[in-house]
């Protein structure tokens, strides 16, 4: 059986959601999409001190490359091959704990690190 979200073959058992026949991985990304705006997810987050050594190696590439300006986020995940699921979960993890943030500019979001100001071709 092929999951109709990721089209991978599923080792094991398979999900229906609206219709939908779903691998664990796409069932589980369905029930609990990430959220960029959270305040207890901060909260949490900030409480755990978490350090750029300990996150995960997608979320330190994402911060390693923001370290060189600005970046729209499609193009991050062109980048660092990251599927749209994979980069929106971290950005929401990343955010929550205040390292990283979105800009609008025009219809396309920036990410940026969270303690930077916004580039100055932003601001026009």
Same mark, same amino acid.
């Given at each position: 059986?092929?999951c109709?979200?990721?089209?991978q073959?599923?080792?094991?058992e ?13 069932y589980?990304?369905a029930?609990t ?8 997810a ?6 755990l001190e978490s350090?750029?050594? #300990? &996150?995960?190696? @997608?979320q ?5 490359? *923001? +370290? ?8 991050? %995940?062109? #980048? &660092?091959s990251? @599927? ?6 971290? *950005? +929401?993890?990343l ?5 990283v943030? %979105?800009?609008? &500019? ?7 690190l969270?303690h930077? +100001? ?7």
């Open positions: 059986m092929i109709q979200r990721c089209g073959e599923i080792d094991g398979s999900y229906e959601r609206f219709g939908e026949v779903l691998c664990e991985d796409c589980l990304d029930l999409p990430p959220k960029a705006c959270d305040p207890w901060v909260h949490s987050a900030k409480g350090s750029q050594d #300990e &996150l995960p190696p @997608s330190r590439k994402i911060l390693d490359r *923001l +370290a060189q300006g600005p970046v729209e986020v499609s193009r991050m %995940a062109r #980048e &660092l990251l @599927s749209p699921d994979e980069l929106s979960r971290d *950005l +929401a993890a955010r929550h704990m205040e390292k943030r %979105a800009f609008p &500019l025009g219809e396309q979001r920036f990410l940026i969270f930077q +100001a916004n580039p100055d071709w932003a601001e026009a």
